[in-house]
């Protein structure tokens, strides 16, 4: 589900993916507004699946903490106010979802972006975060 969620650097909020064409990216809001727009190959365009926080040891995928969130929260949004929230508050959240972040690397921004996204997708009816298992996957488990 994540891959087709993308963040567009300069741009707030999250998108979906809805089609390709030459040299851009059809996108859609997820806010209430769903506008439609082409994202060109010059932006700075990630998917939500291809990105990782930093820990103490590794690094740990989105929808890890995603769904650390979730069930911290019990599916609901998440109460505390990204902007209005001082740094400590904002660490010792991160540090409740993620115990072992790092916290030399994972900087103010990238809590609060975190928060801000985790509430889009909430308020927007998109709360499933793992990645689907591939066909391939499941016959391989089955043999």
Known sequence: MLKTILS??????????VSQGKNMLIVESINADKKRFPAYGNEKIISLADIAMYTDDSEVPL????EAIKSKENGSAISLDPKKASADELRAYMAEILPNFDRDRVYLNDIKKLISW??????NGINEFKAPVEESEKEETAE
């Open 8 to 17: 567009i650097s300069g741009k707030p909020g999250l998108y979906k993916l």
């Open 63 to 66: 929808y890890e903490v995603l």
């Open 118 to 123: 985790y509430n889009i997708l909430i308020t």
